[in-house]
């Protein structure tokens, strides 16, 4: 009987390592399919995009289907976590670049079309993708076109959510 309180601690303390670990387990990692809600907002705090009233955003951590940032900050959150994760332009949508802004001519526009500053348009490109593109500056002769992401060259706020890993 001098010994069971001894055995009782140790039982306990195992008990508690082991918990640890599979807590470690439960903790999203590369490869692991996540949902998560999110709010997604400019350092100002304009919301540019949120899952609220919608469907959890289901993804695959590590596999470059979400920006850097991102995928970075759910790397290692358990089930019920929250974090509000600051990510630079450089590991969101990267900085502007001057070079994805360019005149194209208005004769290569349709006739009836007539583009205004700040419409959103699709190019094409040699290979037949779609690139979304946007209106910035109307000239004489031409268009000056972005195709630049909106939120290109912007410091992102997101407050993150883990909802589900591997379901």
């Not at 508690?16 to 903790?27: F, H």
């Not at 907002?41 to 940032?69: C, H, N, Q, W, Y």
């Amino acid at each position: 009987m001098g010994r069971l309180p001894y055995e009782v601690v140790n039982i306990h303390y195992t008990f508690a390592a082991l918990s640890k670990e599979n807590q470690k387990v439960m903790a999203a990692k590369a490869g692991d399919q996540v949902k998560v809600h999110y709010t997604g907002r400019l350092t100002d705090g304009t919301i540019f995009d949120s899952s609220e009233g919608k469907e959890p955003l289901a993804f695959e951590v590590g596999a470059g289907m979400m920006i850097k940032g991102f995928d970075a900050a759910v790397d290692g959150m358990a089930i019920g976590d929250k974090v509000t994760a600051e990510i630079p332009a450089a590991e969101a949508y990267g900085e502007a670049r001057e070079d994805l802004i360019f005149d194209f001519p208005k004769s290569n526009f349709p006739e009836d079309m007539k583009p205004e500053v700040g419409q959103q348009l699709a190019m094409s490109q040699p290979n037949g993708q779609q690139v979304p593109v946007k209106v910035k500056e109307i000239k004489e002769e031409s268009v000056v076109i972005d195709a630049n992401h909106d939120l290109a060259g912007k410091d992102l706020v997101f407050d993150i959510e883990l909802v589900s890993i591997g379901e």
